[in-house]
């Protein structure tokens, strides 16, 4: 609040400073003041009203509070004249996959990566996500684009489990599994890994596979110094993991 009073005063000395009016709404709107901060927007633009920043602000408003479609509206307006803008591709293509328009999303993100000078992991999550989405025909589509991001960004964790999610959805068993692998290999601790390698397994009805892979997060959770696997997060995955042996022991294949 005391940097809101301090931009007011200024404006207060030049009152027709649209600059002023454009940092006050910004700022107004990270404190969720929407309609002083929209107010504010107003000012700035009859102020100069050819400037194209003031839609990218009203953007970034909109998709705050809810309004998709008027940030689409505005966004686009600012997109005709900068359409290689990183940051206005991705409010856009926000504002589409709200609106179910995930295609369209889709084709933002990727300008907004192919731009984008150091792009991160989100956008090739959120462009995966939409495709995703979209249904089965897409989800090679959401691999590939996972897979540059992989390529670009080396073997995230973030990137390679929204793989393996993606990989169950088509059925892709082995191919969900040789992905977790790779988590796997780049991890001091193996017993997560193992543990949700052998729900997999079981889960495709591979239950003798998914005994070893419990056997072997268990015995990887043995090897934790106690100040470690005494902790309630580890010690819930022990139980779990018991509780998962026990199932396939009591409904043994046939």
């Known amino acids: 609040m005391l940097q809101i009073e301090e931009v007011t005063r200024q404006i207060e000395k030049d009152p027709r400073n649209p600059e002023l009016y454009l940092k006050r709404g910004e700022l107004r709107r990270l404190h969720v003041e929407w309609d002083a901060a929209y107010a504010d927007y107003q000012r700035a633009s009859a102020l100069a009203p050819d400037w194209s920043l003031i839609d990218l602000a009203r953007g970034r408003l909109f998709l705050d509070s809810g309004w998709p479609l008027s940030a689409r509206a505005v966004l ?35 300008r907004a990566i192919r731009f984008s000078p150091e792009p991160g992991p989100d956008l090739f999550i959120e462009r995966a996500q939409v495709l995703a989405a979209e249904g089965s025909a897409y989800f090679s589509s959401a691999l590939r684009g996972l897979d540059e991001g992989i390529q670009k960004l080396g073997p995230l964790v973030t990137l390679q489990l929204f793989a ?3 990989e169950l959805k088509q059925k892709n068993i082995d191919g969900a599994l040789a992905r977790l692998d790779k988590v796997a290999e780049k991890s001091p601790r193996k017993e997560t890994w193992l543990a949700r390698r052998g729900e997999i397994l079981q889960q495709a009805g591979r239950p003798e596979e998914a005994r070893q892979a419990f056997k072997a997060a268990l015995a990887s959770f043995q090897t934790l110094p106690p100040t470690r696997r005494n902790v309630p997060a580890m010690l819930e995955l022990e139980r779990r993991l018991r509780r998962q042996l026990e199932l396939i022991d009591a409904n043994p294949a046939r």
């Open 76 to 110: 686009d307006r600012f997109l005709i004249h900068q359409p290689n803008h990183v940051e206005a591709l991705i409010l856009r293509a926000r504002a589409l996959a709200r609106l179910n328009l995930r295609l369209a999303a889709a084709q933002d993100y990727s």
């Open 164 to 166: 393996v999610d993606v």
